[in-house]
């Protein structure tokens, strides 16, 4: 197949610009979530406020002038006017304002440091420690935490000291429980028994290993929870129980107001309008820390991936045609991933096609953008912050990026279908797989359950699953990695697609059982007639299971042609450097030789051929222009100006 060059110089315009971060910063993080930057502003200025309160010129708020009681707002003298004892209220809430914040972040770092130490404690040790402090948090757990806050004010006496351990002790458990269920996820990650291998101890490994990976999650559970703390804080002073006269909180404020609620309802009004500010740009500052803090939203948007790609195409492909049987036809196809001031060229205008029964193979180095290609056929990329920017993908002669969100969900798991390289992580923990098969098939077909599940074990029994009754109502985690890979073969042939697109399937299996798989689908395909667009890195499958190679790098197609021209006829230097680096039976002299270097950053790609730098027979050409991709004849092309079999004949 021959394809048209993308026009236009391969090469990065800010190439030889300073180098930029490719992820925004914190803060334009936290700007593009309006309502989090509207409450750090807020909160900004009621901190500054409270920070320089002792240098305002405001009336002492504990003086009392009976004369000047209950004033109105913006009454001479008294801009919010004044309390039944004739205090100052302007003055009373800044000084309030203040008390209460510094309460309300004293009792969270507290909560947050004696809650975290026992997490992280029960979490990385387990066993018999992780029992005796978690049954003790379930105890403190077990009290609705206001009446515990009550009993324990109660027993200590009034006063906002004794209210502030109220509220921290009440909320330890809160942060034991959140801390203690990271760690124990951490704790035996492989590099913390890297980690206990190289000699460090308990303390330091705690100190070094979990408490970095955990801090983000304390920091994030003491933005959301100070503002609990204020109003917790205020409840027991609305009660008497905490700020004692004169001595001004909000919530004392707001306990003396209500008595008067009826004859000065500003008194009551206005500390409460202050405590709504108050705890309400604290959690919204507190959702904006956890996204920017979130290392899945650091791409750039603080939104959820959208059900489709964008799609923002500046072309619609070179207008290639195609084979009258293509299932799948790929025409100059470009996604891009947008990472702070950064464009990732991920796919830079790939193009071939999927005959019917065919398996084509695409093949290359880990990074070069194999499974985006994939994933870009059917909108499955995760926008933002990918971005399908050129080309088309027509599926049964229809383009699909020219189709509603509801007629590409249809050919989801319908006509088009994918095998996942890691089934584990892909079919639901928490459903049999005979329930998940059955969901599949009830997508794209009005049947009963009962005939669903009927059809679910004809196709577990059908991808060769020993005893497929039974096998239904286990869930993945009692299946073995081959097991479950077939689930995942079968779940693709649930609908009797036309198109399978199997993500390296056999890269995590032994040989044994890759064979099997590869027999299986090899199978599936000549008796139902299905087309495969089989990912992997791996030369061996390849000339198992495909008609056709396509070879990419850095996110292009550098060489495609039938296997046996491939693998025996490499035209590419980068294919050649591929297949020498697979060992081969029967050959134990032959040595296998690693390519030299890294490929290149997708974001700052060079110009003319990407793989000049790591290229033993580059010249000065290669570095020049975009590298047309050309016929060699008989359905072999390659995108280089100096071939090899050119070069040897």
Not at 341 to 360: L, P, R, T
Request: aromatic residues 6%; glycine residues 10%.
């Amino acid at each position: 197949m021959t394809s048209t060059a993308v026009t236009g110089p391969n090469s990065n315009p800010h190439t030889n610009a300073k180098k930029r971060s490719a992820r925004p910063s914190a803060f334009k993080l936290l700007a593009r979530n309006q309502l989090a930057l509207m409450g750090a502003v807020i909160l900004a200025l009621v901190v500054l406020i409270v920070i320089i309160t002792p240098i305002l010129p405001l009336p002492d708020p504990d003086a009392t002038d009976p004369a000047q009681r209950l004033l109105r707002p913006l009454a001479d003298g008294h801009f919010l006017g004044t309390d039944h004892l004739g205090r100052d209220l302007l003055s009373r809430l800044i000084w309030g304002t203040r008390v209460s914040l510094a309460v309300g972040i004293s009792a969270s770092l507290v909560a947050a440091l004696f809650g975290s130490v026992i997490g992280i404690v029960s979490g990385y040790f387990g066993g018999r420690t992780d029992n005796i402090m978690m049954r003790g948090i379930d105890m403190l757990m077990a009290f609705p935490y206001i009446l515990l806050a009550l009993a324990i004010v109660a027993a200590l006496g009034p006063g906002l000291m004794n209210a502030l351990y109220a509220i921290a002790v009440v909320n330890i458990p809160f942060f034991a429980r959140n801390i203690r269920g990271v760690t124990v996820g951490i704790a035996h990650r492989e590099f913390v028994d890297a980690a206990k291998l190289s000699g460090k101890g308990h303390i330091r490994i705690i100190l070094t290993e979990i408490l970095p990976n955990v801090m983000p999650v304390i920091v994030i559970t003491i933005s959301t929870t100070v503002g609990w703390m204020i109003l917790e804080t205020a409840g027991l002073s609305f009660l008497g129980l905490g700020a004692q006269p004169p001595q001004a909180d909000l919530g004392s404020m707001l306990g003396e107001g209500r008595k008067l609620i009826t004859t000065a309802m500003h008194l009551s009004a206005i500390p409460g309008a202050m405590i709504f500010v108050l705890v309400m740009s604290i959690n919204l500052l507190g959702d904006g820390i956890r996204d920017v803090l979130d290392p899945r939203l650091k791409s750039g948007a603080l939104a959820r991936p959208a059900p489709l790609t964008r799609i923002d195409r500046t072309d619609e492909g070179a207008g290639t045609t195609y084979p009258d049987d293509t299932v799948l036809a790929v025409d100059e196809l470009r996604t891009e991933f947008v990472l702070g001031d950064d464009s990732y060229k991920a796919v830079g205008g790939v193009s071939f096609h999927v005959g019917k029964n065919e398996c084509v193979g695409l093949v290359g180095e880990s990074g070069s953008g194999k499974s985006v290609t994939a994933l870009s056929l059917l909108g499955l990329v995760a926008s933002p912050p990918g971005t399908i920017v050129g080309g088309r993908v027509m599926f049964d002669g229809k383009d699909v990026y020219g189709m509603s969100e509801d007629d590409v969900r249809d050919i989801r798991g319908g006509k088009a279908a994918y095998v996942f390289q890691d089934p584990l992580s892909t079919l639901h923990p928490l459903f049999s797989i005979g329930d998940q098969l059955v969901e599949a098939i009830r997508a794209h077909n009005a049947v009963s359950y009962k005939d669903a599940w009927a059809k679910a074990v004809e196709l577990l029994g059908m991808v060769r699953i020993p005893n497929p009754q039974s096998r239904a109502d286990n869930y993945p985690h009692q299946l073995s990695g081959g097991m479950r890979q077939r689930v995942g073969i079968a779940m693709a042939l649930a609908n009797e697609p036309r198109l399978i697109i199997a993500d390296e399937p056999t890269t995590a299996l032994d040989v044994t059982v890759q064979a099997q798989i590869l027999k299986l689908m090899n199978n599936l395909r000549n008796d139902h007639g299905t087309s495969v667009l089989f990912i992997t890195h791996d030369f061996g499958v390849v000339s198992e299971i495909c008609d056709r190679v396509a070879v990419m790098y850095a996110g292009r197609i550098v060489e495609m042609g039938t296997t046996e021209q491939v693998l025996h006829h490499p035209a590419h230097p980068y294919t050649k450097r591929l297949i020498d680096c697979v060992p081969r039976l029967g050959e134990p002299d032959r040595r296998t030789s690693a390519i030299p270097g890294l490929p290149p950053a997708v974001n700052n790609l060079p110009a003319g051929c990407a793989f000049a730098d790591r290229c033993d027979r580059v010249e000065e050409a290669c570095r020049v222009g975009s590298i047309a991709f050309d016929d060699l004849g008989n359905g072999h092309g390659v995108r280089c100006i100096k071939p090899m079999e050119g070069a040897d004949v």
